[in-house]
């Protein structure tokens, strides 16, 4: 069998991006504002998902952590770390929050402007592993010979997806069939419209949440697998700034990363229920207690790092694994892509 990889070589898509940042420069939107204090810095964010996963974020948010420190936030998602950067190289973000294997591409591609990470906010994946009928005891080897909706090729949701696999003496591209075609975001439809017979019909599908919880609620699929659970602790989501805007802005920086902290020590502190009260609005076509089983389960998988500081022992661990999906031959300096001046002030 095959990886059924239908997407453009990673390597003409930063190439593309770099062309529209080069075309961009000075072209950036001016976010809106919704605050009506004039002195507050506009700062608009690219999230690569709109998730659960990312609740410390959302807390901050809605608990005006970022309005408390005279930040004015604009919150964009990109639906993928290629359209996420894509909007950070071009400047139409200010920050972008996705996965940093994002930035070790555009960095290898020879960006002068460059994205530098600088606060990480997840330390485990934060996908999960749908089956298209119930499994009791689920262990890997009931994957081989499947077909399963995956991830982009190159993105940090199918390379930690085939990580485990690996880990697993699975070969991801005899054993089993993996369609990375469909756009991000769109599996869990993909997936639940399928009928048996159809071409695409999948086995599985790996999806974050709310859409995995929505699939087991609609009994059209059940969670058996935590990734985040069975790859171990990885660098899964950071922040970054284009080098240019670190070194101009680094007390908006700063204050940004102090408002992240507030919602990271709110997480650590309060219950599911009360997480999940605060992100509803984030939320709005999620019931409160399917947010709040979401809260509790990536709780209890220990999701979210205490702090923001990126460790050169987490970035290695994450070229480690683009080294294992055959998408990095050389490795990257440590510190030319991360830098914890703002993430360490913060705590």
């Not at 087991?216 to 989501?237: F, M, N, R």
Request: contains cysteine.
């Amino acid at each position: 069998m095959k990886n059924l990889r239908k997407i453009k070589p990673l390597a003409v898509l930063l190439t593309v991006v770099l062309l529209l940042s080069t075309l961009a420069v000075g072209c950036g939107k001016t976010p809106g504002s919704s605050r009506s204090d004039s002195s507050a810095k506009k700062v608009t964010l690219n999230e690569v998902a709109h998730s659960i996963f990312y609740a410390p974020m959302y807390v901050a948010i809605e608990e005006g952590y970022f309005a408390d420190e005279g930040i004015d936030l604009e919150l964009v998602t990109g639906y993928g770390a290629d359209k996420t950067m894509t909007a950070l190289l071009t400047g139409e973000a200010d920050i972008g929050f996705m996965g940093s294997e994002a930035s070790v591409y555009t960095y290898l591609q020879g960006a002068q402007d460059y994205a530098v990470n600088f606060a990480q906010l997840t330390q485990r994946a934060g996908n999960f592993l749908v089956s298209r009928t119930p499994i009791e005891n689920f262990n890997w080897n009931m994957i081989k010979g499947t077909y399963v909706l995956g991830g982009r090729k190159g993105g940090m949701p199918q390379m930690v997806f085939e990580y485990i696999l690996k880990m697993n003496q699975i070969d991801p591209d005899t054993d089993l069939t993996i369609d990375t075609s469909i756009d991000f975001g769109s599996t869990a439809a993909a997936f639940s419209g399928a009928k048996e017979g159809d071409a695409g019909y999948a086995d599985f599908t790996v999806e974050f949440e709310p859409h995995a919880t929505s699939l087991e609620t609609q009994q059209k699929g059940y969670i058996v697998a935590s990734l985040g659970v069975d790859s171990g602790y990885v660098p899964y989501t950071a922040f970054s700034a284009r080098k240019s805007y670190i070194e101009e802005n680094p007390e908006t920086l700063l204050a940004f990363t102090k408002a992240l902290q507030k919602g990271m020590n709110y997480v650590s502190n309060h219950s599911a229920k009360e997480i999940a009260s605060v992100i509803k609005p984030q939320f709005p076509e999620t019931e409160l207690d399917t947010i709040t089983t979401i809260v509790a389960r990536y709780q209890a998988q220990d999701t979210w790092k205490a702090d923001l500081v990126y460790t050169e022992d987490s970035f290695t661990l994450l070229q480690n694994i683009l080294m294992e999906a055959g998408e990095l031959e050389e490795y990257v300096p440590y510190k030319d892509l991360v830098t914890n001046t703002f993430a360490e002030q913060a705590k």
